[in-house]
């Protein structure tokens, strides 16, 4: 990671510019201060008690070493829509797993992005910030060593990420916009499948979808999904359960041939870049099935004149 050092920062030693600025573990800093390369300024090496200067170029080297736990490598299509030395964010295709899993171990965002750096001569970690399932497509964020994966988990947990989704459902709703504020839990018969349930439920887990009526016609809607929290199915099962599921979705609700998988698409996400703390905002392109369907459902909506991604 690299910090150009700025005027509020002048005067403190390298140390707090770590602790306080940057947040890291002592496990963290141990590990820099016994590389050779860990903590330099201005291309020379330097100890935690050196003091910042404005101008300063602060270097600290939480690359990976040689992960021999890596997943294979495998050379698999995956359109990158940003990337720097701190992470990666890929636009993940429908019917690709994020990371490998039984009958899973070679078809996955996690391969693809092991080859992509092995190809490059750099030892890769697989440090995914969040997840989609596999027939989601859309931005993924990934973290390319443990700094930043730190720096945004907490990023995280603070709710300094957000995310939003376009969905496709069954229906026409009559309502423009709303929050789902509905609990959720495993049911008793499946690990995999969701349920709303009450809140005393066991496990229930509070779980609330914010959305917005982008376009209404031919039996279906268009929306914008913001998710409040982060629950395994949210957005799918709170849809069904408003009466609306999400076209195509075989779990809760009908398989649809027009698609073949469930219409959600991961459109946007803001993230603060690790080494700066600014916002970004990404924007995906609509897959070309996600595309397909909404031209035949939606045929006069704008989105229709976007690129589709080249997956």
């Not at 030693?13 to 590990?31: A, T, W």
């Given at each position: 990671?690299?910090?150009e050092?700025?005027?509020?920062?002048n005067?403190?030693?390298?140390?707090?510019?770590?602790?306080?600025?940057?947040?890291?573990?002592?496990k963290?800093?141990?590990?820099?201060?016994?590389?050779?390369?860990g903590?330099?300024?201005?291309g020379?090496?330097?100890?935690v008690?050196?003091?910042?200067?404005?101008g300063?170029l602060?270097t600290?080297a939480t690359?990976?070493?040689d992960n021999?736990?890596?997943?294979?490598?495998?050379?698999?299509?995956l359109?990158?829509l940003?990337e720097d030395d701190?992470?990666?964010?890929?636009?993940?295709?429908?019917n690709?797993?994020?990371?490998?899993?039984?009958?899973?171990y070679?078809d996955?965002?996690a391969?693809?992005?092991?080859?992509?750096y092995?190809?490059?001569?750099?030892?890769f970690?697989?440090?995914?910030i969040?997840?989609?399932?596999r027939?989601t497509?859309?931005?993924?964020l990934i973290?390319?060593?443990?700094?930043?994966?730190?720096?945004?988990?907490?990023a995280?947990?603070?709710?300094?990420?957000q995310?939003?989704?376009?969905?496709?459902?069954?229906?026409?709703?009559?309502t423009?916009?709303?929050?789902?504020d509905a609990?959720?839990?495993?049911?008793?018969?499946?690990?995999?499948?969701r349920?709303?349930?009450?809140?005393?439920a066991?496990d229930?887990?509070?779980?609330?979808t914010?959305?917005?009526?982008l376009?209404?016609?031919?039996?279906?809607?268009?929306v914008?999904?913001i998710p409040?929290t982060?629950?395994t199915?949210q957005l799918?099962?709170?849809?069904?359960?408003?009466?609306h599921?999400?076209?195509?979705?075989?779990?809760?609700?009908?398989?649809?041939p027009?698609?073949?998988r469930?219409?959600?698409?991961?459109?946007?996400?803001t993230?603060?870049l690790?080494?700066?703390g600014?916002?970004?905002?990404l924007?995906?392109?609509?897959?070309s099935?996600?595309?397909a369907?909404?031209k035949?459902?939606?045929?006069?909506?704008?989105l229709n004149?976007?690129?589709?991604?080249?997956?």
């Amino acid at each position: 990671m690299r910090f150009e050092i700025q005027e509020d920062a002048n005067g403190l030693c390298i140390r707090q510019f770590i602790k306080e600025r940057l947040h890291l573990s002592v496990k963290m800093l141990k590990h820099l201060k016994y590389r050779p390369d860990g903590i330099c300024v201005n291309g020379e090496r330097k100890t935690v008690r050196y003091v910042l200067r404005t101008g300063d170029l602060l270097t600290l080297a939480t690359e990976d070493r040689d992960n021999p736990h890596a997943p294979a490598a495998v050379d698999l299509p995956l359109e990158i829509l940003y990337e720097d030395d701190d992470l990666v964010v890929p636009l993940k295709p429908a019917n690709m797993p994020t990371h490998p899993s039984h009958d899973h171990y070679g078809d996955t965002v996690a391969n693809a992005l092991t080859y992509r750096y092995t190809q490059r001569g750099i030892p890769f970690v697989f440090r995914p910030i969040n997840r989609l399932d596999r027939n989601t497509s859309g931005l993924l964020l990934i973290a390319r060593h443990k700094m930043a994966a730190g720096v945004l988990s907490d990023a995280m947990k603070n709710g300094e990420i957000q995310k939003s989704y376009l969905a496709i459902l069954d229906g026409e709703m009559t309502t423009a916009q709303g929050i789902i504020d509905a609990c959720l839990h495993r049911t008793a018969a499946s690990i995999i499948v969701r349920e709303v349930c009450p809140p005393d439920a066991p496990d229930a887990a509070p779980s609330k979808t914010q959305y917005r009526v982008l376009a209404v016609g031919h039996g279906h809607t268009l929306v914008e999904a913001i998710p409040l929290t982060g629950r395994t199915h949210q957005l799918r099962v709170h849809f069904a359960h408003l009466g609306h599921p999400i076209t195509g979705d075989d779990l809760y609700g009908t398989p649809d041939p027009r698609i073949g998988r469930h219409a959600l698409h991961a459109r946007t996400l803001t993230f603060p870049l690790p080494s700066t703390g600014r916002p970004l905002t990404l924007t995906a392109p609509l897959t070309s099935d996600f595309a397909a369907l909404l031209k035949l459902c939606f045929p006069e909506h704008p989105l229709n004149n976007e690129r589709t991604a080249s997956l």
